[in-house]
């Protein structure tokens, strides 16, 4: 007799592979950003409810602010890409290793910290309390994204 839930588990495993091999590690990236854009809105919403505070208004300015996000992470990308083609075909311009993606996952990766911090704040105004270190830690990880992102584009001083 076979398992029902070993054959549910070898087609979820070929799924992730199937998907893994289209999208690579970014594009899991960008569905975890999805998933919890989607949380947090959701979240959000039932925090503003439980307050008395949810107006469909609100809600609309909630799916505009991610709509904001969705389009500077396709700048994102779309600088990765330029930058890609401009590395591959100018001519003089070599890099030591085979440039993909940076831009992109760096934005992605400051936006899922900002929906994890976003998510926290919700569930304090639910009555949850919160470690002190969670909030230190994605205070960190947004700095450390910062500083990145800082590194391959540094600003530049008033006089040059």
């Known amino acids: 007799m076979q398992n029902h ?3 549910l588990r070898v087609w979820i495993a070929a799924a992730v592979a ?8 970014f594009g899991w990236l960008v569905v975890a950003w999805a998933c919890l854009m989607l949380a947090d809105w959701l979240v959000g919403s039932a925090a503003a409810a439980r307050r008395g505070e949810w107006s469909s208004k609100k809600l609309r300015e909630g799916a505009w602010h991610k709509g904001g996000m969705i389009v500077i992470v396709c700048v994102a990308c779309a600088a990765d890409w330029l930058l890609g083609a401009m590395l591959k075909n100018l001519p ?3 890099l030591p290793f085979e440039y993909t993606v940076l831009v992109g996952p760096l934005v992605v990766m400051w936006y899922i910290i900002g929906e994890l911090g976003s998510l926290a704040e919700h569930g304090v105004s639910m009555g949850a309390p919160v470690p002190a270190w969670l909030v230190r830690f994605l205070r960190a990880g947004k700095k450390a994204v910062d500083a990145a992102g800082d590194k391959i584009s540094p600003e530049e001083d008033e006089n040059g």
């Open 18 to 25: 199937a998907l893994t091999a289209v999208w690579g590690w």
């Open 5 to 7: 839930f070993t054959d």
């Open 92 to 94: 003089g311009v070599t």
